[in-house]
């Protein structure tokens, strides 16, 4: 499948973005990778940090490719895409999937499901992922950078 593809079935929207909206993106990537990083804050709280941090990054791409994602499943949506976008590899979509399922829980069901390993691990793809996202803008969309 292709983005003209998820367009084609209602999965995307058009979308004109600018160098402010990317930027604005990045902000928040970074803002949740240091909040991730707080002293005191619980696990789960890091994580769902950390997740968002990744999450945001696929927005950034999906958005640098001119679509957005409307109506529902928006987070099992923006991880498939960085497939199509930053051509991310099956394992890493699957690795961001089950975070996704994880954080779920967390936010939603109960709390201290998540473990130190996890938060770390979702840190670590977070930060590789923001620097493929920053590389690839710069590849492919360079004129949405400062």
Known sequence: MTLSDWLRNS??????TSR???QGLLSVVDRSLQDAE??????????NQAY???????VAALAAEGFRLPGQSKHYRAIDS???TLGETPENVRLLDAARKKRHVAVYERSGSITDVEVEEIMVY????RSRLLNWL???HEELLP
């Open 38 to 47: 707080t002293p005191g804050l619980s696990l789960d709280g890091r994580f």
């Open 11 to 16: 999965w995307l929207q058009k979308h004109r």
């Open 82 to 84: 960085l497939a199509l």
């Open 52 to 58: 968002n941090a990744a999450l945001q990054c696929a």
């Open 20 to 22: 402010e909206e990317i």
């Open 138 to 140: 710069k590849k492919n």
């Open 126 to 129: 977070a930060r590789e992922l």
